[in-house]
């Protein structure tokens, strides 16, 4: 089973150092009564890019050759490895194609597209987009760079854990949302390496449960259905990559459902000043619904995974005031 050594991952971080964020810590509000005694929040949602993204998508383009620099590069996504990859692209000079299933939100599509990238809707989910574009990449000879099931993206996140170890030494339990398990499995290899005793704890929309289905089995399901208002955690299925290192290294995974998520949501906006999608928010929501007890840890951490949520509606009533 691949697993990112400590090596690897100081490489890699080195490679993509000047091109991304160290992302701070946040306590949560000293005088409140709503939120776990020690929680900080890794606000990993001021990323470049928005989200914890931007670590794989340089990983993968740092390292093309000359000539897959020239042919250019195709990605899929629900929103956040296109934006990623789209920014990457930019950065270094490499043109790329990002495919977006056509219930993408109008934000993340124009948030892409300002990047200068080609964008391509198809197909009712972020699976339906990923055939397309790797079927896209195959016939043009371009780089298909997957949002979770390559080694070069566990690589990438596998960065945000040994920095999250740095940051907080004495972290005693982690909290780490699920989509396809790109994060959650090179987190958690990375800081398992560090620190076994660490619990590490994934949260997955009730909608959208792909990673704990395949847990429960113990082979790769390919869900019937997904229902969540939490796009970007909402893969019909994981891959055989993340589900072994998730089985290996992550202690449990939880459900929340979409209220728990969008109350979790405006916690973080009125609590923390914090804007963010709804899968940003799905770690606050494991501990506030009941999911996790954190009363046994000492010195938890809640990763927020992506801020890419749409505020034009926040703005337009302030112009309208304006005017």
């Not at 780089?143 to 004495?170: K, Q």
């Not at 973080?268 to 709804?278: F, G, K, S």
């Not at 509606?313 to 302030?318: H, K, L, N, P, T």
Request: charged share 20%; glycine share 8%; with cysteine.
């Amino acid at each position: 089973m691949f697993t990112p050594t400590l090596d690897t991952i100081a490489a890699v971080r080195a490679r993509i150092q000047p091109w991304v964020r160290r992302t701070p810590l946040m306590p949560v509000p000293a005088l409140k009564n709503d939120g776990p005694s020690g929680l900080r929040l890794k606000l990993e949602n001021l990323q470049v890019s928005g989200s914890f993204k931007a670590r794989g998508a340089f990983n993968h383009m740092l390292q093309l050759t000359p000539e897959q620099r020239m042919r250019g590069v195709v990605a899929a996504s629900g929103g956040n490895h296109g934006l990623a990859v789209a920014y990457a692209s930019t950065r270094l000079g490499v043109a790329a194609t990002i495919y977006l299933p056509e219930t993408a939100s109008a934000d993340r599509v124009a948030r892409i597209k300002a990047w200068g990238t080609t964008v391509i809707q198809y197909g009712s989910n972020p699976n339906d987009a990923l055939q397309r574009a790797q079927e896209h990449g195959e016939a043009e000879g371009m780089v298909y760079i997957h949002p979770f099931d390559a080694e070069r993206t566990v690589e990438g996140t596998a960065t945000l854990g040994v920095e999250l170890v740095e940051d907080v030494p004495d972290v005693d339990c982690v909290l780490i949302a699920i989509g396809g398990g790109g994060l959650i499995s090179g987190m958690a290899a990375a800081i398992k390496q560090l620190r076994p005793n660490i619990t590490i704890i994934g949260v997955e929309p009730v909608g959208a449960p792909s990673m704990y289905a395949a847990l429960q089995a113990g082979k790769v399901v390919d869900l019937a259905e997904i229902t969540t208002i939490a796009d970007t955690l909402a893969p019909r299925h994981v891959c055989e990559l993340t589900r072994s290192l998730t089985a290996k290294y992550v202690d449990d995974v939880v459900l929340v459902d979409d209220h728990a998520i969008m109350r979790a949501a405006r916690w973080l906006w009125r609590e923390c000043n914090q804007l963010v999608e709804p899968a940003g928010a799905a770690s606050i929501a494991a501990f506030q619904s009941g999911a996790v007890d954190l009363s046994r840890y000492q010195h938890p951490v809640a990763l927020i995974c992506g801020g890419n949520a749409a505020a034009d509606g926040v703005f337009e009533r302030y112009e309208a005031a304006i005017r």
